[in-house]
């Protein structure tokens, strides 16, 4: 409920600050336009209501004043408000029709308005001004979090190009696959992060994010891909984790199970347990892995070693489940 709650906050604040901005940007003779409007409907609404306002004569004026104050700027809040304290001393304060004042309460009504009406009216650009500038600072903060991103994955290509140049020297066999298969699942993450980082990348959720890199990954393949994917709460950082590992898992697969044509299924899951932690289990149709062995050899491939380092960014730990295939799972909290 809080996130949801935060959201709609979030999505207010911004209406107003675009509504706002929208209008204060606008000729100086469209706002004053829209803060003599405002007035005349406050007035409108006062007279159409009448004696049901008689016990609070300045009611209808206080919207008219905020939203002058919201669209315009503080200086049309105060000519609403000068204007409605006029409008309501002739036309609803004793005696109607003229600026007399007979008593002391009627001099304490309308002072009291004018001083609320100018507190709202501070208040209203207050916030306005607190708005844009959590909005400027916010995207100060993108525009940040963005370069770091370009700079991260600038320098997983330069140790890939290193590894690539390092290879050269290397005259034994075995070594020398080691370190290309370093250098090219390297690069394979350096563009999949560029493009995981992009927070509008998830806008759909995270499930098309896989299907899209999935079927890339697997297009001339004759791969039957199964996702099911529940709603989840799930951070930026968790859902790129999540495509990793699962990319990560399905470039084993291509290279051990359907290049080699043993299999031709691949199955997604992401659901949440009874406990409300999340589960992750992802399978494939091969002829998959002796439990005992694969446990022992885990630590010295470098896939099994990529996985397990993004599961425990997940904050879990892989386990290499039954079979039939290969069967990987990862528990983890969630938001």
Known sequence: ???????????????????????????????????????????????????????????????????????????????????SAMAAWYFFLPPPGSFLIEDAATLVSLLSFLAVGAFVILLVSALVDVIRRLETAGRAQEALFRELQHRVANNMQFVASMLRLARRDVADAGASEVLDQAAARIASMARLHRRLQDPATYARGLEPVLRDVLTDLFHTMPVELRLDIRPAPLSLHQMTAIVLLVTEAATNAVKHVFRPELGRRFEVELGVRPDGRLRLAVRDDGPGLDPAPAAARAGQRLGMHIMQALAGQLGGALRIGGGPGTALEVEFAAV
């Open 1 to 83: 409920m809080g996130r949801r709650c935060d959201r709609g906050e979030g999505i207010g604040l911004a209406w107003v600050s675009h509504v706002s901005g929208i209008a204060r940007k606008g000729p100086w003779a469209k706002r004053w336009a829209i803060a003599a409007a405002l007035f005349l409907a406050g007035l409108l609404a006062r007279l159409a209501l009448g004696d049901l306002l008689a016990s609070t004569p300045f009611l209808t004026f206080f919207p008219a004043i905020a939203a002058s104050a919201l669209f315009g700027g503080w200086r049309e809040g105060m000519l609403v408000l000068l204007l």
